[in-house]
């Protein structure tokens, strides 16, 4: 083969790179196209606070297509039983792609008697399973004080991924004004700052958590509650986030950011009016 320059060399070896890249990869837990299971050799970097190259790391299984991902979707259903009884029931999200597709599924796992008697402080456990049923994520709350007037013993959630495996921590900081957490490595090293408006009441609007670094300098995404329409808030319990991310950003940030929409929603928008 003669090659006539540089710049056909040049497009030849585009044109390798752009078949090697291939289409992105499919919906967790869809069956290989080979019939095969299904190996991943990515990897991510750990994060660390003090901004040192971080150490390659395999992800976690399970949680490799959250890498693709600028936007990830968290959709609430409605619990069609709670409605009619009044009661609270255990909590059901439906975790999606910036097209709308279901990517993992995520259930409440907690006592009836926490429900109705701790409400929305309850302890419980959030399990997040993919299009297989393979659970991938896990986050753990425990019964905890959220008011400002107790600067001790705040809200904090541990994420698993996978299971019985910690890879971070949400940690409530006390403020007297403004909702304020931290989300942390497993080592429970700060990482990243996420700062709430004066008011989670949203005005018949999207009510938005910043995403900062530790010095606060920088925003790097946000987590958004999104106003479903006055009808949906006031006579369901089922809220709509959106978490806006750099696609590059660690798996397991990401991970600790979707624990975080659950707990934003126990804590602020758990009753309906909270969504207004």
Same mark, same amino acid.
């Given at each position: 083969?003669?090659?006539?320059?540089?710049?056909?060399?040049?497009?030849?070896?585009?044109?390798? !790179?752009?078949?090697?890249?291939?289409?992105?990869?499919?919906? *967790?837990?869809?069956? %290989?196209? @080979?019939?095969?299971?299904?190996?991943?050799?990515?990897?991510?970097?750990?994060?660390?606070?003090?901004?040192?190259? *971080?150490?390659?790391?395999?992800?976690? *299984?399970?949680?490799?297509?959250?890498?693709?991902?600028?936007?990830?979707?968290?959709?609430?259903?409605?619990?069609?039983?709670?409605?009619?009884? +009044?009661?609270?029931?255990?909590?059901?999200?439906?975790?999606? !792609?910036?097209?709308?597709?279901?990517?993992?599924?995520?259930? #409440?796992?907690?006592?009836?008697?926490?429900?109705?008697?701790?409400?929305?402080?309850?302890?419980?456990?959030?399990?997040?399973? %993919? !299009?297989?049923?393979? #659970?991938?994520?896990?986050?753990?709350?425990?019964?905890?004080?959220?008011?400002?007037?107790?600067?001790?013993?705040?809200?904090?959630?541990?994420?698993?991924?996978?299971?019985?495996?910690?890879?971070?921590?949400?940690?409530?900081?006390?403020?007297?004004?403004?909702?304020?957490?931290?989300?942390? !490595?497993?080592?429970?090293? @700060?990482?990243?700052?996420?700062? +709430?408006?004066?008011?989670?009441?949203?005005?018949?609007?999207?009510? @938005? =958590? $910043?995403?900062?670094?530790?010095?606060?300098?920088?925003?790097?995404?946000?987590?958004?509650?999104?106003?479903?329409? =006055?009808?949906?808030?006031?006579?369901?319990?089922? %809220?709509?986030?959106?978490?806006?991310?750099?696609?590059?950003?660690?798996?397991?940030?990401?991970?600790?950011?979707?624990?975080?929409?659950?707990? =934003? @929603?126990?804590?602020?928008? $758990?009753?309906?009016?909270?969504?207004?």
């Amino acid at each position: 083969m003669t090659l006539n320059g540089p710049g056909h060399l040049r497009s030849l070896v585009d044109g390798q !790179n752009q078949k090697r890249r291939g289409p992105p990869g499919p919906l *967790p837990g869809a069956p %290989d196209p @080979d019939g095969g299971p299904r190996v991943s050799s990515a990897s991510r970097e750990a994060p660390t606070p003090d901004g040192s190259l *971080p150490a390659t790391a395999p992800l976690p *299984p399970g949680l490799e297509y959250l890498s693709q991902l600028d936007l990830i979707i968290i959709h609430q259903q409605v619990e069609i039983l709670g409605m009619i009884l +009044g009661t609270e029931t255990s909590n059901k999200y439906e975790i999606k !792609n910036s097209s709308g597709q279901r990517i993992y599924f995520a259930v #409440e796992e907690s006592l009836c008697f926490n429900r109705n008697v701790c409400s929305t402080l309850r302890s419980c456990s959030v399990r997040v399973s %993919d !299009n297989a049923g393979r #659970e991938v994520l896990t986050v753990h709350r425990p019964l905890r004080c959220s008011s400002c007037c107790c600067p001790c013993y705040l809200q904090e959630l541990e994420i698993q991924a996978p299971p019985g495996t910690t890879v971070g921590y949400v940690a409530q900081k006390w403020d007297p004004f403004r909702p304020k957490f931290t989300i942390q !490595n497993a080592h429970k090293e @700060d990482v990243l700052k996420i700062i +709430g408006p004066c008011t989670t009441c949203g005005c018949f609007g999207d009510v @938005d =958590f $910043e995403v900062k670094t530790m010095n606060e300098k920088l925003t790097i995404g946000k987590i958004s509650k999104y106003w479903s329409g =006055f009808v949906n808030d006031v006579f369901t319990n089922a %809220d709509n986030f959106g978490v806006h991310v750099p696609p590059d950003l660690d798996v397991t940030v990401k991970a600790a950011m979707i624990g975080a929409c659950f707990l =934003f @929603d126990f804590m602020f928008f $758990e009753h309906s009016l909270a969504g207004l």
